[in-house]
């Protein structure tokens, strides 16, 4: 193991869209697949314990409307609606196990991921994907499974993204110290709350995504960049 500079972030926290995969995966990919496969998906798997209690759920929410024609409409409308992400994750999950889906992450992300790990650097991811959804994402990489290079899965349960405590809660639960935590992000108000936790941050504007380059922190197109621009080693 190589010893990190002194000073150096310790630990990389990590949001996906923009950041690791591209934001077209979950518009143009994820979400289309849901809305395609799912009511085969209930059909076949309508006996589930958990389907049908995320379909209880629909028709409560929804009543006198059957609940795949409501789920269609949350599709429609992108409506971020518990028993819709359950299903859709069910959904999600077949079609990783069926190799139909694939994250393509970009291509400089697992190079650096590997190399700040074999470095002695705590990875751990921050996103709105939901803690099943992030371990699907890392589960089932072009390069395969690559879960085990991370040590800790966040999702939105810590709270909003653009909210300063949600990074001073995953700081704690993990047991870090807030200063010895680089957060990378495509968002800039991400980035706002998580310097005003006293982590250090990082924008990665990705031509790709067409990030829009902020003026409140640094900025790099890409993970090794980031890595260096803190001491830290960017590919092995
Ligand atoms: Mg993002």
Redesign the pocket.
């Known amino acids: 193991m190589q010893t990190l500079p002194q000073g150096a972030p310790r630990v990389v926290l990590l949001?996906?869209?923009?950041?690791t995969l591209p934001?077209s995966f979950v518009h143009d990919v994820l979400f289309p697949y849901a809305r395609t496969h799912l009511a085969l998906f209930l059909v076949q798997h309508g006996g589930d314990a958990t389907v049908q209690a995320a379909l209880a759920q629909t028709a409560e929410l929804a009543p006198g409307v059957p609940p795949l024609e409501q789920l269609e409409r949350w599709m429609d409308e992108d409506a971020k609606v518990a028993p819709l992400k359950t299903l859709q994750g069910l959904c999600w999950e077949k079609g990783y196990a069926r190799g139909e889906l694939v994250a393509a992450l970009y291509p400089d992300v697992l190079p650096c991921l590997r190399a700040l790990h074999a470095a002695g650097v705590a990875l751990a991811v921050y996103?709105s994907g939901s803690e099943a959804a992030q371990r699907l994402v890392y589960g089932y990489t072009a390069q395969g499974d690559v879960k085990a290079l991370f040590s800790g899965f966040y999702d939105l349960r810590m709270g909003g993204k653009k909210d300063a405590a949600s990074y001073s809660a995953i700081v704690a639960q993990a047991g870090w110290h807030a200063a010895d935590v680089l957060f990378l992000?495509?968002?800039e108000a991400?980035l706002d709350a998580a310097a005003q936790a006293g982590l250090r941050v990082c924008q990665i504007a990705r031509p790709e995504d067409g990030t829009v380059a902020g003026t409140r922190h640094p900025v790099t197109t890409s993970l090794p960049e980031a890595a260096r621009l803190f001491g830290l080693p960017g590919e092995g």
């Not at 949001?15 to 950041?19: A, K, L, P, V, Y």
């Open positions: 949001d996906i869209e923009g950041t934001v996103s992000s495509d968002i991400e």
